[in-house]
């Protein structure tokens, strides 16, 4: 079969799909997924994209490939999110393991990251050896990235989720080497504020920074604040704010920082644009100085606050 017969045959499941019907164009989805079909079952990269726009017709696709890319559009086309079924996606310079039990990396995440990136680049002591700490690791992207960019950076990290911590080290150490020494990730207690853990493992004044994307969505089906196939399939835990609190985590970030931060120290935070106003105040009420880091829509998508 050639790669365009198997493109048009895959496109079709996906339109007759009632579970994709108001999700929009799929096209780079289709594409995608035979990349990746390709690329699991061979070993080695499909041909380019360029080369497929020229000769779609004449690219002859190895049997288990086709058979691969099926199995995953069937899937797909029950609502499976595309990154749980491909298992693996890019964010920022690396490709991580992604599975159900962790949020799928995000491009809103990629701004928090470079901002940091950029507050550590500023810092007149970004040649000193700096300490951060991560307010639920996930997959393991926000530490790992920081971490590849910066090499005088230490990270302690936390979740309560043991199987995202097993894989936030498993991506920690195939993308950084020796340098996962630099990361210690710490099972959480879920009965325990958040920032709890923290308070244990380091003195007074010791961190240099606080990165967190924690929950925020309003679980509320009427708020309109998150995807049908994004609540279903993805961990609740790591999506949804606690429903009597919107702000629960952001309030324990902002009010435990003053202690474990140093003079100079900041806390970066990805927030949701509807509630930017009310964790601004958060922060400021506890003596920071804070700014936003928009999104490409304009909206605020980060909150900064420096000690």
């Known amino acids: 079969m050639n790669w365009k017969a198997l493109y048009d045959e895959l496109r079709a499941t996906f339109e007759g799909s009632a579970a994709l019907r108001a999700r929009g164009s799929l096209d780079h989805e289709v594409d995608l997924l035979i990349e990746e079909s390709w690329f699991s079952e061979t070993g080695s990269g499909a041909p380019s994209r360029f080369q497929r726009e020229l000769e779609r017709v004449r690219i002859e696709v190895p049997g288990q490939v086709v058979e691969r890319a099926r199995a995953w559009a069937r899937r797909r086309s029950q609502g499976e999110l595309l990154q749980h079924i491909i298992g693996r996606w890019h964010f ?172 100079g120290g900041f806390v970066a935070v990805e927030i949701p644009h509807e509630r930017a106003s009310l964790i601004r105040d958060l922060f400021s009420e506890e003596g920071f100085n804070v700014d936003f880091v928009q999104d490409l829509t304009g909206r605020p998508r980060v909150v900064v606050a420096r000690k």
């Open 92 to 263: 920022l310079d690396h490709v991580y393991d992604v599975n159900a039990e962790v949020l799928i990396p995000r491009p809103e995440t990629e701004i928090l990251v470079r901002a940091v990136e950029e507050l550590i680049t500023a810092s007149p002591k970004k040649s000193n050896q700096l300490l951060g700490a991560e307010i639920g690791i996930g997959s393991g992207i926000i530490s790992t990235e920081l971490l590849s960019k910066s090499k005088n950076l230490q990270m302690l990290a936390s979740d309560v989720s043991p199987a995202a911590v097993d894989l936030a080290n498993q991506n920690a150490k195939r993308i950084l080497g020796e340098g996962v020494s630099r990361l210690r990730v710490f099972k959480a207690d879920q009965d325990e504020r958040p920032c709890q853990f923290l308070e244990r493992a380091v003195t007074a004044g010791t961190l240099d920074l606080i990165v967190s994307n924690p929950p925020y969505l309003n679980a509320d089906r009427a708020a309109g604040e998150v995807e049908a196939d994004v609540a279903e399939h993805e961990p609740a835990l790591a999506l949804f704010a606690p429903e009597n609190d919107l702000l629960y985590f952001y309030r324990d970030i902002a009010q435990s920082a003053p202690y474990l931060l140093k003079q």
